[in-house]
């Protein structure tokens, strides 16, 4: 007589290749009073794709094309831009507080006058022929960077009524491959928008909204020319900068 037939357990899932977002930090993937996220949010399972030998060891497509001038966003044309010149610098350190050498940041940024130079920017605020507002630089070998800049305006942005984005500056830095990109936003000491503007408030972490505010640095500041703000970039941990594409490992029915 045969032995009855026994179910087979099921198969244990396949181990979970990242890290999974911590929702006491980071900013939930459909905040209601952002209004796009509405629209824009993921609604099924991140599916994760294996990292093969080409995305990790492709190529970063610019650390080698990082020019004298770059990281001066001032001197990109030929006569000065508008605005209040500043110098923007910090590290790039991990968890342990190490530095993180040979990152390549890039920024992006509007002008004095809130107005980016791209097409999908039309609100009546004048371009400034002197100012692209892009620029890019790589940490040494203790980690750090500095970029010369303009301070960005405000702009209307159409989220709610009367809605202002308070001024910042994107940061984004490659790892060792392309694929290693991360992404987040610096803003200014004591802006008089935070109260109102639904990326800033979507931080559930008040500790990790002030991370995300530079620290003005009178003591970098050069007399006469620009004024200093000081700004370090953690990338793991508990002291972690918040980045806008941070992987979300969510159950499905949370």
């Not at 357990?9 to 890290?19: E, I, K, M, R």
């Not at 999974?20 to 796009?36: K, N």
């Amino acid at each position: 007589m045969s032995e009855p037939l026994t179910p087979e357990a099921p198969a244990a899932p396949p181990p979970v290749l990242g890290y999974l977002r911590d929702r006491e930090v980071h900013p939930p993937l459909d905040y209601p009073g952002y209004r796009s996220t509405a629209l824009r949010h993921p609604r099924r399972r991140l599916k994760l794709l294996p990292h093969l030998l080409t995305e990790v060891t492709g190529p970063l497509l610019g650390e080698d094309r990082v020019g004298e001038l770059d990281n001066d966003l001032t001197r990109q044309h030929g006569g000065e831009p508008q605005g209040q010149r500043i110098i923007v610098h910090g590290r790039v350190r991990d968890s342990d507080g190490a530095p993180v050498p040979h990152t390549l940041i890039e920024i992006w940024q509007a002008n004095a006058g809130g107005r980016y130079r791209h097409t999908g920017d039309n609100w009546p605020s004048p371009l400034d022929p002197n100012f692209t507002g892009v620029g890019r630089t790589l940490t040494d070998e203790q980690g750090r960077y500095r970029f010369t800049t303009i301070r960005p305006g405000a702009y209307p942005w159409k989220n709610h009524d009367n809605a202002w984005r308070p001024a910042h500056i994107h940061f984004s830095l490659f790892g060792r491959a392309f694929t290693q990109r991360l992404v987040t936003q610096m803003y200014f000491p004591d802006d008089p928008l935070f109260f109102q503007d639904p990326m800033w408030n979507s931080i559930p972490d008040p500790d990790a909204r002030e991370r995300l505010v530079a620290r003005f640095d009178y003591e970098s500041t050069e007399p006469e020319w620009a004024l200093a703000y000081e700004w370090d970039i953690v990338l793991r941990g508990r002291e972690s900068t918040v980045f806008e594409d941070e992987i979300a490992l969510e159950d499905d029915d949370e």
